[in-house]
Nanobody, 119 residues
Framework: QVQLVESGGGLVQAGGSLRLSCSAS????????MAWYRQAPGKERELVAG???????NNADSVKGRFTISRDNAKNTLYLQMNSLKPEDTAVYYC?????????????WGTGTLVTVSS
């Protein structure tokens, strides 16, 4: 089992910045890829950015150049630095971790942290 707890959300004006954190605990040795997803009101959950255990990243086109995902494997923590925030970035942001055991993948999710960007 892996537990994920997000923090760092809040209310920010357009153009501002926030840094989200996701702390993992439990059987963290099994974690491979980690990612941030978000879900805006009335919309489906979407991938924001992902990062492999080795540090290779990928970002959604909508956040390229503005958001940076990173991870500290020693601290079992995932980060999302969000700059130049826009009202359309308003959403609940979820941390995701893929746990690989015996060749099988299992997804774990945090409960989410709300980011609200005012215009």
């Amino acid at each position: 089992q892996v537990q994920l707890v997000e923090s760092g959300g809040g209310l920010v004006q357009a153009g501002g910045s926030l840094r989200l954190s996701c702390s993992a605990s439990g059987n963290t040795d099994c974690i491979s890829t980690m990612a941030w997803y978000r879900q805006a009101p009335g919309k489906e959950r979407e991938l924001v950015a992902g990062i492999t255990e080795g540090g290779t990243t990928n970002n959604a086109d909508s956040v390229k150049g503005r958001f940076t995902i990173s991870r500290d494997n020693a601290k079992n923590t995932l980060y999302l630095q969000m700059n130049s925030l826009k009202p359309e970035d308003t959403a609940v942001y979820y941390c995701n971790a893929v746990c690989v055991t015996w060749g099988a993948n299992r997804d774990y999710w945090g409960t989410g942290t709300l980011v609200t960007v005012s215009s």
